[in-house]
């Protein structure tokens, strides 16, 4: 007799073969796939972004992503003051989200690999683009205070939190800004960001979600958000306050551009981290005033 067991972990090897990453919840858009059925083992979200024109990358056009909201009334809570998780993976089936979780482990690829694992030439299982922990690039949540996905622009989406040297286990832990104000009854738009520092096509990731803020206590809204700048090494050029979403490589609406080595002598990958002016943890210096 076949296991049921063994076919789904082959077939799960091998659509993860080349599988890049994406941060997995109810909230998010495209949980079930593109093909209108539920799909166990979607892994549409997780495709990288790279030069793109706006229409497609934006919000994960380029293959409809943007078209497969979640659930009515799901949504990624985010607590004033306090913390979420969610579940990086390049595949629904790696997540508890399918399979009663009988395939996760503490990684996106639902294999065992060592706290420390290190590779010179790139980690490509699971496919995190970066040596080891130390060298992961970081990766953020933004925010629009709009409901319907089709009126946020880069400029009324603000980051919100970064989780420094991520991707790397499967669980990641956001913290959110005590000060976040409520969404509109209908919530808000979130987005997951990461820019990979090398360690294969310099591209760029971004999935859409519907969220809310629980525990709000302050009204005061965010700032209009501008776009970051390199500052490696010089605190002072950095952008202070609200900042968009990196948007790089793309071939067009990128808002940052680099050239040149940075201080490690590699080229200028830019980044959810202080080389571009995020801190790590709740952004507390995104709002347009004193809580009120
Ligand atoms: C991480 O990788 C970088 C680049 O290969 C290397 O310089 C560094 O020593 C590594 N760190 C650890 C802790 O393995
Ligand atoms: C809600 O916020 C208050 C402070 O404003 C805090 O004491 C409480 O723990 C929060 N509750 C939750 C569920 O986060």
């Not at 809310?212 to 700048?229: E, I, K, Y």
Request: glycine share 8%; with cysteine.
């Amino acid at each position: 007799m076949i296991s049921l067991g063994g076919i789904l972990i082959a077939l799960l090897s091998l659509r993860s073969a080349n599988a890049h990453l994406a941060a997995w919840h109810t909230g998010m858009y495209c949980m079930d796939g593109t093909s209108g059925q539920v799909d166990q083992n979607a892994n549409e979200i997780v495709n990288p972004l790279y030069q793109l024109p706006f229409s497609q990358w934006w919000m994960h056009h380029n293959n409809l992503c943007d078209e497969f909201p979640p659930a009515p009334g799901v949504f990624l809570d985010l607590p004033a003051g306090g913390s979420f998780t969610v579940e990086i993976a390049g595949n629904r089936g790696q997540t508890t989200l399918s399979f009663n979780g009988q395939f996760t482990s503490e990684w996106p690829d639902g294999q065992q690999h060592p706290d420390d694992m290190n590779i010179p030439t790139c980690i490509v299982q699971p496919n995190m683009h970066t040596q080891n922990q130390t060298m992961a690039a970081g990766t953020a949540f933004a925010i629009s205070y709009q409901s319907d996905i089709s009126n946020v622009t880069p400029e009324n989406l603000a980051v919100f939190s970064v989780r420094y040297h991520t991707p790397w286990k499967r669980l990641t832990t956001y913290d959110v800004p005590a000060a976040m104000p409520a969404c509109p009854p209908a919530g808000c738009i979130c987005a997951w960001g990461w820019v990979p520092n090398g360690c294969g096509e310099p591209n760029m990731y971004m999935q859409p979600f519907k969220c809310r803020v629980t525990n709000a206590s302050s009204r005061t809204p965010l700032s209009a958000p501008r776009a970051p700048v390199w500052c490696e090494g010089n605190p002072d050029a950095c952008v202070s306050g609200a900042k968009q979403m990196i948007y790089w490589n793309q071939l067009e609406r990128n808002n940052i551009q680099v050239s040149g080595l940075g201080l490690s002598g590699h080229p200028k990958s830019p980044a959810y981290n202080q080389k571009c002016g995020f801190a790590d943890g709740a952004q507390n210096d995104i709002f347009s005033g004193p809580p009120s």
